[in-house]
């Protein structure tokens, strides 16, 4: 599936915010790894969407137009760092998760993984125990720092897993 790129202009089937190109010049600037075939590249910065787009609860503001557009940005009501973004403006900080997730995804992270990657061997409920399996199935769910420090200025709560503070 080719890239359709999302440019704040309400893009017909849009499902990237950015370009293979762009995804490229951006690793390259930080020694990053990221696939020289354009079909990989594309497939990353789709699966790279997939996470996005599963955060549609969090960001700030909501969809300029709900009906039409594919995507959730652009997006009306959104403040970064006291400033009115508009509502036809596709943040940096977006481009550049999508593009971190992206170079995650094509290294062979699976960005959503089922589970915590932990096995019960044993269980008890009166008294409440558990026990884990050592070092047991599959990986644990990953933390994206990168992502998340990108992510953390258009999110409601300030970050995921984080809570916005503001003094009156």
Not at 11 to 35: G, I, K, L, Q, T
Request: proline share 6%.
């Amino acid at each position: 599936m080719p890239l359709v790129i999302e440019d704040g202009s309400l893009v017909a089937n849009a499902n990237s915010y950015v370009s293979v190109a762009d995804a490229r010049a951006y690793a390259e600037a930080r020694a990053s790894n990221f696939p020289t075939n354009d079909a990989e590249g594309e497939a990353a910065l789709i699966v790279a969407m997939d996470y996005l787009e599963s955060l549609r609860g969090e960001y700030q503001g909501s969809k300029v137009s709900p009906g039409v557009q594919s995507l959730q940005w652009p997006r009306t009501g959104v403040v970064i760092d006291g400033w009115d973004v508009p509502y036809t403006f596709i943040p940096s900080e977006l481009k550049f998760a999508q593009i971190q997730l992206a170079i995650e995804s094509a290294n062979g992270t699976d960005l959503m993984p089922t589970g915590d990657g932990r096995e019960v061997i044993r269980e008890k409920i009166d008294v409440l125990e558990t026990e884990w399996a050592p070092g047991s199935g599959g990986a644990a769910q990953p933390i994206f720092a990168k992502v998340q420090a990108f992510l953390a200025p258009l999110l409601n709560s300030g970050g995921l897993g984080r809570m916005k503070v503001t003094r009156g």
